[in-house]
């Protein structure tokens, strides 16, 4: 088992690649601390993750065999995030890998100069700050053992642009940002910090994934010619599951990329080889 | 910032933890603080057992309390908590819902930093799983400690025994007996610790408890004495790059085994303790033999070659330059010299001398003594004269058969050459004392007598019955597939014992044996060109020998079979050869041997996979043969621990000619087999899978400036650089006396582009400086005795490695009487030619040097030099320049 006796910690473990990457971390033989909002975000025009999926997540992870902790917690929220972090250290010890995973897609669909000062906030907050106040709460316990590892999914929103996606894509080449400069940072205590950036990642029943479908509605098309353009832009011809990110993110999270950090995966099928 | 920044030693080595079972779910309500995990598979479900595990294995800083709830309604409730701050009654407290305030008292002392992996460990980064072993006896932690440092003196007699504990190291020095035995605080590095805790519990054997003493081991092997509803029980908790899980095993048994002996026989003297009980000692003994049997019939050698020339008669046996000699030529022509011979009076067990170039000639002859009934004693034409009169007087040779005009004159010892053998010998000679038809040889009767030059005193002659050479021969001749096809080489003169495996390995398996005459077996590429030549199949080679002819293009020499011997093998020079010829084309063995045993002991395939691992194992045992390593007291000793070989079985030899008492002492009664074995004393360690190690000879510990230094662990590091093909290290003295000028040179041949500047440099890097050669010095070749082994003698003096001079020194200004004299003694001291900005360290100087040099600026008048001076002022221009300044208030 490549994380075995590891404690993962995995924001927006409700669904989608956040439970797919959960479930990846218990069959490797990882305990979780799994947090999601479990709330939705006034601003954000869909529904987010709930308590019963992020119950459902955590079932899935003791049924491979994981001692799991749950908690609602909003990574806008510093308070909230230190009390999680805090209380998933003393149920685990510590915490080796923290997946920042929460993010949102939507407000977007709309020219640059047409985004109103609340959506560009919302979305920098959520997908670009949230991201920095967990390496915040787990990077000094991680420094100071000398050991963990932060995985940060980014996005390939993150390496090109998409038209209308201003401030999604401005917060993800953000995160790829910070990933490289907190690599820096921790680099000499060891602690790695690495991004994903996944593809078009397919809507996944079982893992109740929906950001292909909000910004499919996002840009106004229906989800299949959405899905269809995706296909033909990434070059193997077939969009992301969920487990092949999630396979990103255990590779990242194990000592067999001990010599990796400040680098950028990207699980795209191809899609920004041109 | 979290609260576990301001304790980053959350270690799982500083805490312990106790599971308690019970049958039913408790109600956890009323129970703050307690963490509750469904499992939703029984508790007896591999998963459950996983979840279990991991619990036990995390540490926590206040204690913790998880509940894990399994499918079958039974449960779990693991405490966690730091050892120092709540022990093993507050544990209990804990698990029984209590609330417990931590002891805040401070440790006794703080940790003692780990101690590097012991050689005995065996340390392979495999599985670390605890050994848990049950108790009869609890004793207590003196008796516990007792134990220990007993059972770590004899692992490692030369480290003082550090123990660590909860409350502070210990070590127990010697007494006269055991129950004497006290132990003492003591600080320095631990490779051992012992958590003991077995006071009986109340409510125990109410209900299942298991208590983990700790979480992971706080020293590298830490030794547990526990109670819980499993009884009394030891626990071993180790690091597994320090030790073998094997190794760890086996260190518990040791341990139990002379604890009982502290608790039970405190009167036994320390050094009196068995480290292994009677299974122990049949399972180490069982360890040093080999996995097949030898299947041998009791035949003489000329009995069992007279079965081949009967079988193959016109196959060649010998080929010499342009002549070859089939079967029948070599039994006709050794019967008529055999004849010579028992009619020069030669008899039954008589020791005839043997003087001759190899050749043919040589083998008839070695076959003629034999026939005659009579033991070859092999002299080598080349030995010099007092040698050859040495082995003719020792041997008591009437006989010797030779070309050698030059053979020294010795009383009562007749020279022969091997032409006057084929005729009836003229006058002078002695009647024959019996008829001179050629009797039945005894395979228990001398074959030949070899003279080994040992480390010490004058070459003693080894007497091998000819029982022992069928038995070689019968343990190799199946396992590598010798037969009437293959071509051996005859390389290794005739004295030297690596020539019994090539001549009669080859001919009592029916194979071609050619003559590889002097000259060639000393020029490569003409050697190269008679093996492609001749298509030689077998190989029989000294390592020093084969790096040579590693030097040449050897991509044609076609042997499948190539037999190293006779030195130790540095297993990476054999990379270049299996470039050119993988092991499916050519297999290499590894053969360590000893003239005392006949020839070849052990036998190790090599492989790219095990040379680019630098294997030092010669492998197990050859079937027959057996070996043990011992303690200088002659006691077993466990795998692992480096200690003299000793073998036995079928190879072992009749003893030293004429040297009754120096028999007694190295060939002894072997204590399980009944038979005799040899002392070789080489040290070795035998490894948990039966195969050997051989780390040299026991008397190449050699000790510099008061350190205990092996010369073949030097020699180790040198080879591991790459630039590096082949090294020698030898310690110099300038006297008998001067202890103070041991210094340590090394001589190496260099692939292309290395330098023996860098080759030190890197040395530096890894051996400690009291290792560290003075002197590398590049040779073209190492130079090699008539053996074929390394002559020391023959090494040129050390090169001396000067660094490059500073760009920073001043232009030498003319020297002054000050700068000469200094410059002459460092010159003295040091042994090598000086210039004033060399420096004192660089050139080999050390800290007794430069006592020396102090003691000869004295001598002179000179003003005196402290040590820290010279530290200050390494070369003898800023030395001046010091002294001169004289105001120096340290002068």
Redesign the interface.
């Known amino acids: 088992m490549r994380l075995h006796g590891k404690s993962v910690l995995i924001t927006g473990a409700a669904r989608g690649l956040g439970r797919a990457a959960a479930v990846a971390c218990a069959a490797e033989g990882a305990d979780l601390t799994l947090l999601d909002i479990c709330a939705d975000l006034p601003g954000v025009p869909y529904p987010l993750g709930t308590v019963g999926q992020l119950e459902h997540t955590a079932a899935l992870c003791r049924d491979a065999g994981a001692a799991v902790l749950t908690a609602a917690a909003d990574i806008r929220d510093t308070r909230g995030m230190r009390e999680a972090v805090t209380r998933a250290e003393d149920r685990f010890g510590r915490i080796d890998v923290a997946v920042n995973n929460a993010g949102i897609a939507a407000p977007s669909g709309k020219p640059v100069h047409e985004i109103e000062e609340d959506e560009w906030s919302l979305m920098i907050d959520v997908d670009l700050s949230g991201a920095w106040r967990l390496i915040r709460e787990v990077g000094g316990a991680m420094s100071a053992r000398r050991a963990g590892s932060i995985v940060n999914v980014a996005s390939t929103a993150g390496l090109v642009g998409y038209r209308h996606f201003a401030g999604y894509v401005a917060a993800k080449h953000a995160v790829v940002g910070l990933t490289k400069a907190a690599a820096l940072d921790f680099a000499p205590t060891k602690v790695r910090v690495n991004a994903v950036c996944p593809g078009s990642v397919r809507d996944d029943a079982w893992a109740e994934g929906r950001m292909l479908a909000e910004i499919a509605r996002a840009l106004e098309v229906p989800v299949h010619e959405h899905e269809k353009t995706f296909v033909e832009a990434q070059p193997m011809n077939a969009l992301i599951e969920p487990e092949d990110v999630a396979a990103a993110i255990v590779f990242l999270a194990s000592d067999e990329s001990r010599q990796i950090t400040g680098s950028v995966l990207t699980v795209d099928g191809g899609f920004s080889i041109r | 910032?979290?609260?576990?920044?301001s304790d980053?030693l959350?270690h799982a080595t500083h805490c312990h933890a106790l599971r308690v079972r019970s049958g039913h779910s408790p109600d956890p309500a009323g129970r703050p603080g307690l963490?509750i995990?469904?499992?939703?598979v029984p508790a007896r479900d591999p998963?459950a057992e996983?979840?279990r595990a991991?619990?036990l294995?995390?540490?926590?800083?206040?204690p913790?309390r998880?509940l894990l709830r399994y499918a079958d309604g039974l449960s779990d409730l693991i405490v966690v908590a730091p050892r120092g701050r709540w022990d093993r009654t507050a544990l209990d407290r804990l698990a029984a819902g209590e609330s417990v305030a931590p002891n805040d008292a401070p440790p006794a002392t703080g940790t003692s930093p780990a101690a590097p992996a012991p050689a005995w460990g065996l340390g392979d980064d495999g599985p670390a799983a605890p050994h848990v072993v049950a108790l009869d006896h609890a004793g207590d932690e003196e008796s516990w400690l007792t134990a220990l440092a007993v059972t770590l003196r004899r692992y490692d007699p030369d480290t003082q025994p550090v123990i660590g504990t909860d409350h502070g190291s210990f070590t127990v020095e010697p007494a006269a007996t055991l129950g004497e035995s006290k132990p003492s605080s003591a600080a320095g590095p631990t490779l051992t610790g012992l958590l003991f805790d077995a006071a009986a519990l109340p409510g125990e054997g109410e209900g299942e408890t298991e208590y983990r003493p700790c979480l992971a081991p706080p020293f590298p092997l830490t030794v547990s004495v526990l109670r819980d509803s499993g009884g009394l029980r030891l626990r071993c908790d180790h690091l597994s790059g320090h030790f073998s899980a094997e190794i760890a095993a086996r260190f518990v048994r040791h341990l139990v085994h002379v604890h009982q002996q502290v608790l039970h026989r405190p009167q036994t003297p320390p050094d009196d303790v068995e480290l292994l009980d009677e299974a122990e000692r049949a399972r180490t003994a069982a360890l040093g033999r080999p996995p097949r049997a030898l299947t041998t019939k009791p035949v003489s050698v000329p009995g069992a070659l007279a079965r081949i020339v009967a079988a193959t008669p016109d196959r060649i046996a010998v080929t010499d330059g342009g002549t070859d000699l089939t079967y029948r030529e070599l039994d006709e022509r050794a019967a008529r010299s055999a004849h010579g011979l028992r009619a020069r009076g030669v008899g039954t067990g008589d020791r005839v001398g043997v003087c001759l170039e190899r050749s043919a000639e040589l083998v008839v002859t070695l076959l003629a003594v034999l026939k005659a009934g009579a033991t070859y004693v092999p002299v080598d034409p080349a030995h010099p004269a007092d040698r050859l009169a040495h082995t003719a007087r020792d041997a008591g040779l009437g006989v010797v058969i030779t070309r050698l005009p030059e053979f020294p004159a010795v009383a009562d010892c007749v020279q022969v050459t091997p032409d006057e053998l084929k005729d009836e010998p003229r006058g002078g000679w002695p009647a024959p004392a019996e008829n001179t038809s050629p009797p039945t040889p005894s395979p228990d009767g001398a074959a030949y007598v070899i003279y080994t030059s040992g480390s010490t005193g004058r070459p003693k002659g080894v007497v091998v019955p000819h029982r022992n050479v069928i038995a070689l021969v019968d343990a190799t001749r199946d396992e590598y597939g010798l037969s009437e096809a293959d071509v051996w080489t005859w390389f290794h003169s005739s004295a030297f014992d690596f020539s019994v495996w090539e001549i009669w390995g080859c001919l009592l398996t029916g194979g071609r044996l050619v003559v590889v005459p002097y000259f060639v077996s000393r020029e490569p590429d003409h050697f190269r060109d008679l093996l492609v030549a001749e298509k030689v199949t077998v190989l029989s080679q000294t390592p020093s020998a084969f790096a040579q002819l590693l030097d040449v293009d050897h991509t044609d020499v076609s042997a499948r079979l190539v037999v190293f011997g006779g030195e130790p093998l540095d297993t990476r020079m054999l990379l270049p050869w299996f470039d050119r010829h993988p092991e499916r084309s050519c297999r290499v063995v590894n053969m360590f041997g000893i003239t005392e045993t006949t020839v070849h002991v052990t036998e190790q395939t090599l492989t790219r996979k095990l040379a680019l691992a630098a294997t030092r194992s010669v492998g197990r045992a050859l079937p027959g043969w057996h070996l043990y390593v011992v303690d200088p007291a002659g006691r077993l000793l466990p795998p692992g621990v480096a200690g003299e070989i000793c073998v036995g079985g079928a190879g072992v030899a009749l003893g030293y000619l004429g040297q009754e008492e120096l028999t007694g002492r190295r060939f002894v009664p072997d204590p399980f087999t009944g038979g005799t074995m040899y002392r070789s004393g080489d040290l070795g360690r035998l490894r948990p899978d039966g195969r050997l190690d051989h780390l040299g000879r026991i008397d190449s510990q050699v000790k510099i400036r008061g350190f205990r230094v092996e010369l073949d662990e030097i020699r180790s590091v040198l080879l591991e650089d790459p630039d590096v093909r082949t090294a020698a290290v030898l310690v110099r003295r300038d006297g008998p006396a001067g202890a103070a000028t041991a210094r340590i040179d090394a001589y190496v041949t260099l692939s292309a582009g290395g330098n023996p500047a860098g080759v030190r440099e890197r040395a530096a890097g890894i051996l400690p400086e009291y290792m560290l050669p003075a002197t590398v010095t590049a040779l073209d070749a190492l130079p090699l005795t008539a053996n074929g082994k390394l002559d020391a003698a023959k090494l040129p003096a050390p090169a001396v490695l000067r660094p490059p001079r500073r760009d920073t020194a001043p232009a030498a200004p003319a020297a002054d009487d000050l700068t000469v004299s200094l410059t002459e003694i460092w010159s003295d001291v040091l042994g090598v030619p000086v210039d004033p900005d060399d420096d004192f360290f660089e050139l080999g100087g050390n800290s007794l040097f430069a006592v020396r040099i102090g003691a000869a600026l004295r001598a002179r008048g000179l003003p005196s030099l402290r040590l820290r001076e010279l530290y200050r002022h390494p070369t003898v221009r800023e030395t001046v320049a010091s002294l001169r300044a004289g105001q120096d208030p340290s002068m």
């Not at chain 2, 910032?1 to 920044?5: E, F």
């Not at chain 2, 995990?37 to 939703?40: C, G, H, L, N, R």
């Open positions: 910032m979290s609260a576990l920044l980053p959350l963490w995990e469904d499992v939703s998963l996983r979840r991991i619990e294995a995390r540490p926590s800083r206040d913790r998880v």
